[in-house]
C-alpha cells in the first residue's frame, strides 16, 4: 500500500522553471520505480519521465529541459524551460509488487 502526495504545480510564464515533488509513504515493501506521467486536456495521459536505481527514461518532448530524482521515496521533477504546451496536469506513480500507485495530480500551466 502506497500513498502519493504530490506538490509544486501552479502557473508559470514561459522559459520559467517549477519543481514538483512526490512524497511517497505507507507500507507492503520497497518502491522499485517512480515515475512523472502527465495528462493535458483531450489527450492521453503520456509518460514524462521514469526512473528505476538510477536508470532514466525521457520522454522525447522533454529531454534537456527535464530532470527526474529520487531520495528515497521522494520523487522530484525539475522543470526548465517550460513552454504552454507542458501545460497539464501532472501525476506521480510509484510500483510496489504487482501494484501500480498514483498520486492525485497537479496541474502545471505555462502561459504568459
Known amino acids: 500500500q502506497v500513498q502519493l502526495v504530490e506538490s509544486g504545480g501552479g502557473l508559470v510564464q514561459p522559459g520559467g522553471s517549477l519543481r514538483l515533488s512526490c512524497a511517497a509513504s505507507?507500507?507492503?515493501?520497497?518502491?522499485?520505480?517512480m515515475a512523472w506521467y502527465r495528462q493535458a486536456p483531450g489527450k492521453q495521459r503520456e509518460l514524462v519521465a521514469v526512473?528505476?536505481?538510477?536508470d532514466i527514461n525521457y520522454a522525447d518532448s522533454v529531454k534537456g529541459r527535464f530532470t527526474i530524482s529520487r531520495d528515497k521515496n521522494t520523487l522530484y521533477l525539475q522543470m526548465n524551460s517550460l513552454k504552454p504546451e507542458d501545460t497539464a496536469v501532472y501525476y506521480c506513480?510509484?510500483?510496489?509488487?504487482?501494484?501500480?500507485?498514483w498520486g492525485q495530480g497537479t496541474q502545471v500551466t505555462v502561459s504568459s
Open positions: 526512473i528505476r536505481s538510477g
Open positions: 505507507g507500507s507492503g515493501g520497497s518502491i522499485y520505480v
Open positions: 506513480n510509484a510500483a510496489q509488487a504487482f501494484k501500480d500507485y
